[in-house]
């Protein structure tokens, strides 16, 4: 079933805040370029003590199917992949679909967690937005 097959009348906004599930990834050092630096509030050339995190979330569904909303700016990071290996951080907003199925959709985002500076001040520091505020958003189609 495709999207553009439906009427508006068919679908319903949905929007969900916070998280069901988070994943942690090992803390490690992280040297800030000046786009990560302006996007933190951090200094460019900074070296932060900085962990990537997995949020999803898993909505239930009920004879209905989710579609996804491609235009989600209040979300996480759509995708990374692991820097301490050579990896990239898009700073792309909005989530990937994990599965779904007639029970339930499970959606995943990451975020950027700014531990602390070399010095051990805490920073706590979350981009794009903290864990609480993650903003799912999509289009339910009831069967």
């Known amino acids: 079933m495709s999207r553009t097959l439906l ?7 949905v929007v ?13 050092k ?4 000046k786009d990560l630096a302006a996007a933190t509030g951090l200094q460019a050339g900074g070296v932060y003590v900085t962990r990537y995190e997995k949020y999803t979330i898993t909505i239930p569904l009920s004879n209905q199917i989710f579609f996804e909303n ?3 700016p209040r ?22 679909e994990v599965s779904q199925n007639e029970r339930a959709v ?7 967690h700014v531990i602390s500076d070399l010095s051990g001040r805490s920073l706590n520091i979350y981009y794009p937005c903290k864990p609480d505020q993650i903003e799912w958003r999509g289009l339910l189609y009831n069967l």
């Open 75 to 96: 979300c996480g990071l759509k995708s990374m992949s692991d820097p301490a290996n050579g990896g990239y951080i898009s700073m792309n907003r909005g989530y990937n």
């Open 7 to 13: 009427s508006n009348d068919d679908l319903t906004d």
């Open 70 to 72: 491609e235009d989600n």
């Open 16 to 28: 969900v805040y916070g998280y069901t599930t988070c994943e942690n990834q090992k803390n490690m």
């Open 30 to 33: 992280l040297l800030f370029n």
């Open 106 to 112: 499970v959606l995943e985002c990451y975020l950027i």
